[in-house]
């Protein structure tokens, strides 16, 4: 048995169960900020949060072949680029008071849910165009967890709508931000790889804040209002989970985590019912043991 592979599965695990209960902070966050606001502020907490822990690693640093920072800077800037986008992306689809001004319909959150989660697809096809190829528990994996996600997410007809493209639009930032950390994460050490969490962290931020400072109305009494789910947001969400997912993907197939990652659907939905009072029906639950079925697929030949 590989330690390493292993140890790397269950990062991403833990990975996807903080991505999942930040839903639930999100939704209670929107009552209070605007989505970019929101991430705005989220994102910068996470970036100067993991300072003071690379300011101590690299006191107790022992390795001399660090990674450049010019490879660092460009790659946190590309990562930034696509959390940016793909949240952006998310955020707008599901923006009903703003796509009904222009005159379109938003995507529903169970479809956004669903669709959102196609990346655990898209990761594979697109990695072909890095050269990097799927096994075939990989592939078996992402076709159960598509079908879980499917009868957990979606439960009333199938249309599409202007929001549901910007959604799918965002997908592909989603895949995109997975296979560039596996593309960038390996050789580097733990210091390298919260360095450029860091970094993606800042640029998204910026990024957010600027499209706010435009877009929304900023208020302190309205981040104070959101405090608790910013504080989750930004500390666990942001600076543990997307940490947690350089460091993991150091030793993980693209492909193989996207399946274990895509896991943070089931546990948004268990969020929801143990802090919304959101009903998991048989569906719903059925679709939740597809997906661990595929998790546990994707371990055979990833």
């Known amino acids: 048995m590989n330690v390493r592979a292993v140890r790397a599965d269950i990062l991403l695990f833990l990975t996807a169960a903080i991505w999942g209960f930040a839903f639930v902070a999100q939704r209670v966050g929107m009552e209070h900020v605007g989505?970019?606001?929101?991430?705005?502020?989220?994102f910068a907490l996470g970036a100067v949060a993991l300072l003071p822990l690379i300011r101590f690693m690299e006191s107790s640093r022992s390795r001399t072949n660090k990674v450049s920072g010019t490879?660092?800077?460009?790659?946190?800037?590309?990562?930034?680029?696509?959390?940016?986008?793909?949240?952006?992306?998310?955020?707008?689809?599901?923006?009903?008071?703003?796509?009904?001004?222009w005159g379109v319909a938003s995507s529903?959150?169970?479809?956004?849910?669903?669709?959102?989660g196609l990346y655990v697809v898209l990761v594979p096809l697109m990695g072909l165009v890095f050269g990097q190829r799927a096994g075939v528990g990989s592939?078996?994996?992402?076709?159960?967890?598509?079908v879980g996600m499917y009868m957990l997410s979606v439960t009333g007809g199938v249309s599409v709508a202007f929001g549901d493209i910007l959604v799918m639009g965002s997908a592909f930032f989603w895949a995109g931000h997975v296979l560039l950390v596996g593309k960038l994460s390996p050789g580097m050490d733990a210091v390298d790889a919260v360095k450029l969490s860091s970094i993606?962290?800042?640029?998204?931020?910026?990024?957010?804040?600027?499209?706010?400072s435009f877009m929304e109305s900023m208020t302190l009494e309205g981040i104070m209002g959101?405090?608790?789910?910013?504080?989750?947001?930004g500390l666990m969400s942001t600076g543990v989970a997307y940490t947690l997912q350089v460091v993991a993907q150091r030793d993980a197939n693209s492909s193989h985590a996207a399946v274990i990652l895509s896991l943070e659907a089931v546990f948004a939905a268990i969020g929801g019912w143990m802090l919304l009072d959101e009903t998991l029906g048989v569906r719903a639950l059925i679709g939740c043991g597809l997906m661990l079925v595929g998790m546990l697929v994707s371990q055979l030949k990833p």
Do not use: D, E, H
């Open 108 to 116: 529903t959150a169970g479809k956004a849910g669903f669709i959102t």
């Open 35 to 42: 989505p970019l606001t929101f991430n705005g502020v989220r």
């Open 200 to 212: 993606q962290f800042g640029v998204c931020s910026a990024l957010s804040l600027c499209g706010a």
């Open 71 to 101: 490879r660092l800077l460009s790659g946190g800037i590309l990562l930034g680029l696509a959390l940016f986008a793909g949240s952006t992306l998310q955020q707008l689809g599901l923006a009903a008071p703003l796509l009904q001004s």
């Open 139 to 146: 592939w078996g994996g992402a076709f159960l967890a598509v």
């Open 226 to 233: 959101a405090t608790l789910p910013i504080l989750y947001g």
